[in-house]
């Protein structure tokens, strides 16, 4: 098979009326830099989210990459500079925590270019250490919270900054860069503690189990999202649903309700907690099939890293595999057109091998 460079592939974009204004929300990264420089070849317009120096002297090896980039490259070819524009300070955890910072890339998208059609999530940040080492002081602890502030807080609230101006131009697209390890990967601990015979296995019941058997609390509802607003079939009022035929069904056994939440509760304008009050055979119906496999499986001496519990979660997640499956078919020419060139081979074989004993 060819094989192609970032910097040398010739991209295949889908057919579009107008170009495309793209926000990166990590622009200095190696990935923001090696898209936008498709992305403004193609005739795009692209918002890159940058740390606040990573256009000048001072800067760090992956911030001097991008000022490389934007004085060689975007400052110089033809038409790029006014199809490009920087130092919109999200690319940073400190800067991703700041949800006013998120809205002020937004909007500075939108009043410059008037749109914001491609939202591109690509900032992460990596920690290494075991469960145990991450653990072991307030400091180490830290690294894991600033992880998740970065790799998810961080999206939640440039995505959330993105939503109402593509709600309110009724486009747009959120691109989501995740890996192949969370669609593969044997759960991590498992390999840690596997040295000491400490076995790990993640039980996925149906989702009635976590939900019904625990506190339920619903943030506030905005009125884009209310049912007669919006006909998508949202968490909320499925679970408003499943609440009301459970009051229902305990009404008519025992005569009265319990006084949960139904679904207008759920919908209200404040924060509202509630436990879901099962009568006691709901409850054995309902953790049967789960009290099954935890007591075959807890403390057998080759245990699974996953199990699926139950028949309608078997089926669920089949049906999740023919999706993926079905849509991995209809773009699989894509998948594939891009590694490392032949000349490289060696180095694309020496990061299989790594990437194969993660």
């Not at 607003?229 to 649903?241: K, T, Y």
């Not at 979660?313 to 999740?320: G, I, L």
């Amino acid at each position: 098979m060819t094989r192609a460079t970032a910097s040398t592939l010739n991209s295949k974009f889908p057919p579009n009326s107008e170009p495309k204004v793209w926000l990166l929300s990590s622009g200095a990264s190696p990935i923001g830099i090696a898209l936008s420089r498709q992305l403004l070849a193609h005739g795009d317009f692209v918002v890159f989210g940058t740390q606040s120096n990573d256009t000048s002297d001072n800067a760090s090896p992956r911030s001097a990459d991008f000022a490389a980039f934007w004085i060689g490259e975007v400052l110089v070819r033809e038409g790029w500079k006014d199809r490009a524009r920087a130092r919109i300070s999200i690319d940073d955890e400190r800067k991703h925590r700041n949800k006013g910072q998120c809205q002020a890339a937004v909007a500075e998208v939108v009043t410059h270019f008037g749109k914001l059609d491609v939202l591109f999530c690509c900032a992460s940040q990596a920690i290494i250490g075991t469960v145990e080492e991450l653990g072991a002081s307030s400091r180490t602890s830290a690294l894991v919270r600033d992880q998740f502030e970065t790799n998810y807080f961080g999206h939640v609230n440039i995505i959330k900054a993105a939503l109402p101006s593509m709600r309110a131009q009724y486009c747009g697209h959120i691109i989501l860069l995740s890996g192949i390890t969370g669609h593969l990967g044997t759960p991590g601990l498992a390999y840690e503690v596997a040295p000491f015979n400490i076995k790990m296995t993640i039980v996925q019941p149906n989702v009635e189990i976590s939900i019904l058997t625990n506190e339920i609390t619903a943030a506030p509802q905005l009125p884009q999202y209310a049912p007669e607003n919006n006909p998508a079939p949202l968490f909320r009022e499925i679970v408003g649903g499943l609440l009301d035929r459970i009051d229902a069904s305990t009404k008519a056994t025992n005569g009265h309700t319990y006084g949960h939440s139904e679904m207008g509760r759920l919908s209200s304008e404040s924060i509202v907690s509630v436990y879901p009050q099962l009568s006691e055979r709901m409850k054995s119906q309902l953790l049967a099939e789960t009290i099954t496999a935890l007591t075959a499986i807890g403390g057998h001496d080759n245990p699974p890293a996953r199990h699926i519990v139950g028949h309608e979660a078997v089926a669920s997640v089949k049906e999740k595999l023919k999706t993926v499956s079905e849509e991995l078919e209809d773009f699989v020419e894509v998948s594939c057109a891009v590694d490392l060139n032949a000349e490289t081979g060696s180095l694309s074989q020496e990061l299989d091998d790594d990437t194969h004993n993660l």
